[in-house]
């Protein structure tokens, strides 16, 4: 099992009604992508970020098909540019060592294939976690 979770803070400057179309766009999102299962987005309560989510899936592929998924490239290309800081990391009790290096696969091959994600995420102004692009270390 994977437990893939986000954290983020918005722009100040982000127009709100920008922000809410982002963020409702992805709720709607959640129930398209159904290799996934999301247990809670929201409001992040008690640290320096906005709002917090947690989605699972049972394998890589999966993994591999929740990042890929149109519904969660659209929510990509139309919130990262309303967000700050971003921190994404996953939690997982698959045993082989190499899982790390295989997520971070994933994110490279999505850049790779995706280049204006790669460049959304590139121009974040702070962010850390398993989808670090190329050249930087993923966070474990």
Do not use: W
């Not at 986000?6 to 992805?26: C, Y």
């Not at 989605?55 to 149109?70: A, D, F, I, Q, R």
């Not at 009790?93 to 294939?113: G, S, W």
């Amino acid at each position: 099992m994977i437990y893939h979770c986000i954290r983020f803070s918005v722009k100040p400057d982000a127009d709100p009604q920008e922000v809410a179309t982002a963020l409702g766009r992805m709720a709607e999102a959640t129930s398209q992508i159904t290799t996934a299962t999301p247990l809670v987005f929201g409001p992040d309560i008690g640290g320096e970020y906005d709002y917090a989510g947690i989605s699972t899936v049972e394998t890589l592929e999966e993994y591999e098909t929740m990042m890929n998924h149109p519904a969660h490239l659209e929510v990509d290309r139309i919130g990262l540019p309303l967000v700050d800081k971003f921190v994404s990391y996953d939690v997982t009790d698959d045993p082989d060592p190499a899982v790390a290096a295989k997520i971070a696969a994933i994110h490279q091959r999505r850049y790779e294939n995706e280049p204006d994600i790669a460049d959304l995420v590139g121009g974040l102004e702070d962010y850390t976690g398993s989808a670090a692009p190329a050249g930087a270390e993923p966070t474990s």
